[in-house]
């Protein structure tokens, strides 16, 4: 069964305090990775998608990356707007989406 | 307007009550689907059309009826609820179906079952 984990579940960061949210995987036949933010009472933002191992992708203070069962969203100098739950999503063999639990964060000015 | 469009953002039902979530698509993608969110859980897949056709129900119970007259437009119809019902509904579309690509979300009805 296609699993999606995320940790930590809450981060509390102050502003300009670099960190990792971690989402790990276990699915027969990857087809993508998606990185969603959610902001609350909203639906989730897409931010990135990753395809394959080795690929990053970057936006503004956030930067995904891929391994064969991982991916990380390094946020760098993060800023209080950023605050948000994080949501990672794979898509797998059975073309469906599974996502995980999300990660809180909250980033303190 | 431009995106997916949901109504209404909140809705307050009692158990006996009958009503519909609606759900419309700007983007013309052929595939919409319906996802649960309840509070710390993930978000969890109910149903899936494509071209209006249903081509999956995530064992959803009977007491939600989903709808989809056409590409851009899906509707949830609700009757004889629980209060575990209560939960943040989602409305989502892609593209197409099974290929690689992101999901579209809209802003979600936030349901309350008393």
């Known amino acids: 069964e296609d699993q999606v984990t995320q940790s930590p579940e809450a981060l509390r960061l102050q502003e300009g305090e670099s960190s990792s949210l971690n989402c790990s995987y276990t699915?027969?036949?990857?087809?993508?990775l998606f990185w969603y933010r959610q902001d609350p009472g909203k639906g989730p933002e897409f931010l990135f998608t990753?395809?394959?191992a080795g690929e990053e992708k970057e936006k503004e203070r956030l930067k995904a990356t891929l391994t064969k069962k991982e991916s990380f969203l390094h946020i760098t100098a993060p800023k209080p707007e950023d605050s948000a739950t994080y949501l990672c999503?794979?898509?797998?063999?059975?073309?469906?989406?599974?996502f995980g639990p999300g990660t809180r964060l909250s980033v303190l000015p | 307007e431009t995106g997916v469009t949901q109504t209404p953002r909140h809705l307050v039902m009692g158990m006996t009550n009958k009503k519909s979530l609606k759900c419309e698509q700007h983007?013309?993608?052929?595939?919409m689907y319906w996802y649960k969110q309840s509070a710390k859980k993930p978000l969890e897949l109910m149903f899936v059309y494509n071209f209006k056709e249903q081509t999956e129900n995530n064992s959803v119970p009977s007491r939600f009826s989903p709808e989809c007259p056409n590409s851009s437009h899906l509707f949830l119809h609700l009757h004889t609820l629980q209060p575990e019902d209560s939960a943040l509904y989602l409305c989502?579309?892609?593209?197409?179906?099974?290929?690689?690509?992101?999901?579209?979300f809209g802003s979600g009805t936030q349901l309350s079952v008393l």
């Open positions: 990753l395809y394959s």
């Open positions: 989502a579309s892609s593209q197409d179906l099974g290929k690689r690509e992101k999901l579209f």
């Open positions: 699915v027969s036949g990857l087809r993508g």
């Open positions: 999503a794979v898509q797998a063999g059975g073309q469906n989406f599974v």
């Open positions: 983007l013309g993608h052929n595939a």
